[in-house]
C-alpha cells in the first residue's frame, strides 16, 4: 500500500511541476520587419518567416508606436483574385501588439496590407505595398498528397492479403484423427 501512495504521490507532483512548463508556448520570434505610416500612427509589421511563401503559416505582429490601449484598427488583405478585412485584434502570444496567429497566404502573387487606425491622434490609414509573395516551398500539393498515401495503400494490400490467407485457412476443414 505504501508503494502505492509513494508512486501517486510522485506523479501528482511531477504533473504540479511540470504543467506550467508543457502549458507555455513559444513567443512569437520576429524574423523581418517593414514599416507603414498610416497618418500620424506608424506601424511596425513583424514576419516571423521571411520571405513569405504560399501556403506557408507565420505569424504578423502589428506593433503602433505608444501601444495598442485606446486604439482600434482594421486591416484590410488585397491578395491575388481575393481580399478581405478584418478588426486588428491582439496577438494571442505577444499580446502588447496587434496580430495574426499563425497565418497563411494562399497564393503567390503581390499582396497589400492596408491599415485603418483610429485612436487619440485622430484616423489614420497606410498600406504595405507590394508584399510579394513567394511560390509554395517543396514540392506540388499533388505530388506531397500522393507521396504521403503510398504507406496507407500498403497497408491496406498488407491486411487484404492477410484476410484473405487468414478466412482460407479457417474455411479449410483439418483433418481428424
Given at each position: 500500500m505504501r508503494r502505492v501512495v509513494t508512486v501517486l504521490v510522485t506523479t501528482a507532483a511531477l504533473l504540479a511541476?511540470?504543467?506550467?512548463?508543457?502549458?507555455?508556448?513559444?513567443?512569437v520570434e520576429i524574423v523581418h520587419t517593414e514599416k507603414v505610416q498610416a497618418g500620424p500612427y506608424p506601424?511596425?509589421?513583424?514576419?516571423?518567416t521571411w520571405p513569405v511563401r504560399a501556403m506557408q503559416s507565420l505569424d504578423?505582429?502589428?506593433a503602433v508606436d505608444g501601444?495598442?490601449?485606446?486604439?482600434?484598427?482594421?486591416?484590410?488583405?488585397?491578395?491575388?483574385?481575393?481580399?478581405?478585412?478584418?478588426p486588428l485584434a491582439r496577438h494571442p502570444r505577444k499580446r502588447d501588439v496587434w496580430g495574426l496567429d499563425v497565418r497563411a497566404m494562399q497564393r503567390p502573387?503581390?499582396?497589400?496590407?492596408?491599415?485603418?487606425?483610429?485612436?487619440?491622434?485622430g484616423h489614420?490609414?497606410?498600406a504595405l505595398t507590394p508584399l510579394r509573395v513567394l511560390d509554395q516551398p517543396g514540392p506540388p500539393m499533388a505530388l506531397s498528397w500522393g507521396i504521403?498515401?503510398?504507406?496507407?495503400?500498403?497497408?491496406?494490400?498488407?491486411?487484404?492479403?492477410?484476410?484473405?490467407?487468414?478466412?482460407?485457412?479457417l474455411s479449410v476443414p483439418t483433418p481428424s484423427r
Open positions: 511541476v511540470t504543467a506550467p512548463v508543457a502549458g507555455a508556448y513559444e513567443p506601424i511596425v509589421i513583424g514576419f516571423s504578423f505582429t502589428f501601444g495598442v490601449d485606446g486604439k482600434t484598427g482594421v486591416l484590410a488583405i488585397t491578395a491575388p483574385g481575393d481580399s478581405w478585412r478584418e502573387g503581390d499582396y497589400t496590407l492596408t491599415f485603418r487606425v483610429d485612436g487619440p491622434l489614420g490609414e497606410g504521403s498515401t503510398l504507406p496507407l495503400l500498403g497497408l491496406i494490400a498488407f491486411l487484404a492479403i492477410a484476410w484473405r490467407r487468414t478466412r482460407r485457412r
